[in-house]
């Protein structure tokens, strides 16, 4: 099982933002406003919370939800998705963010193959839970729909990005 000590620095930083590539790659694909923005944002860190105390979790899914509890970690996420996204437009960021996750599944296919399927299906359930935060469209909670065609799109790129089956 592969652990922080089996990653570069850089590397490291890759898996440590990959959890905020997923919830931003379909956050920017279909901007909601500020309450879907607040929704999807706490949809990401339900699903960091969930795999935390989930017993059966990939420890290498542990590994890196561990390190967003320290502030370190927040930081080395935080200023590699700014470095990412810096300066750009939604649907850029999107496909910015997106092509981060292909990085990811392309470096754990590498370095930790035992871990990579259950650490991109952790990705990408990250991805699908952002998604069904929020209702897209309509107006004060009336009417839209759970997941809009933009975010279906989303969700399609990144399974295609980390190698899953759709």
């Known amino acids: 099982m592969?652990?922080?000590?089996?990653?570069?620095?850089?590397?490291?930083?890759?898996?440590?933002?990959?959890?905020?590539l997923a919830s931003m790659a379909v956050t920017a694909a279909e901007p909601s406003g500020l309450w879907g923005l607040l929704k999807e944002s706490f949809a990401a860190s339900d699903a960091l919370a969930?795999?935390?105390?989930?017993?059966?979790?990939?420890?290498?899914?542990?590994a890196v939800v561990a390190e967003f509890e320290t502030a370190e970690g927040r930081g080395i996420a935080r200023d590699g998705l700014q470095a990412r996204l810096k300066g750009s437009k939604p649907?850029?960021?999107?496909?910015?963010?997106?092509?981060?996750?292909?990085?990811?599944?392309a470096l754990l296919d590498a370095k930790a193959p035992a871990d990579a399927a259950a650490?991109?299906?952790?990705?990408?359930?990250?991805?699908?839970?952002?998604?069904?935060a929020s209702k897209e469209g309509g107006f004060?909670?009336?009417?839209?729909?759970?997941?809009?065609?933009?975010?279906?799109?989303?969700?399609?790129?990144?399974?295609?990005a980390l190698s899953l089956t759709a």
């Open 2 to 20: 592969a652990d922080k000590a089996s990653f570069t620095a850089e590397e490291w930083k890759q898996l440590v933002e990959s959890p905020m």
């Open 50 to 62: 969930r795999a935390k105390t989930d017993a059966g979790a990939n420890q290498l899914v542990k």
């Open 91 to 105: 649907e850029e960021a999107s496909t910015n963010a997106v092509e981060g996750l292909r990085q990811v599944a």
């Open 119 to 132: 650490f991109k299906t952790w990705l990408q359930s990250i991805a699908q839970h952002v998604a069904e």
């Open 140 to 160: 004060l909670g009336f009417g839209g729909v759970q997941v809009s065609d933009a975010e279906k799109a989303t969700l399609a790129q990144i399974t295609t």
